[in-house]
């Protein structure tokens, strides 16, 4: 499965689970802190990385309707993370990012 943690980590294992099954795809050595978070709307546009840390409360949206009140537009696009990412504490990756390899965001 290739996310790290025991019985500690084990309501993030199934909702990775969840996620996979709809689409996600996630590389080896996968952490996520907790609060953390992947769209699960439209999952199957978000590709991880192997050897990727999310820190606690990470955002991950490959959707953004915010401005679809005053532009009735919802803007939805690819979301790709590399390898060796870790992502700090907080931090949102919006629809259309592209993170390379060995990258740290704060």
Not at 11 to 26: E, M
Not at 71 to 95: C, D, E, K, M
Request: aromatic share 8%; proline share 2%.
């Amino acid at each position: 499965m290739g996310i790290i943690g025991g019985l500690y980590n084990l309501p993030r294992q199934l909702n990775l689970l969840r996620l996979r099954r709809r689409g996600l795809i996630v590389g080896k050595n996968f952490y996520w802190g907790a609060g953390a978070f992947v769209d699960s709307t439209f999952c199957w546009l978000i590709k991880i990385g192997d050897n990727v840390t999310f820190a606690d409360r990470v955002c991950i949206l490959a959707h953004d309707a915010s401005t679809k009140l005053h532009t009735n537009h919802t803007r939805i696009g690819r979301v790709v993370i590399g390898n060796r990412v870790f992502i700090g504490t907080a931090s949102i990756v919006l629809p259309g990012v592209v993170i390379g390899d060995d990258v740290v965001i704060g």
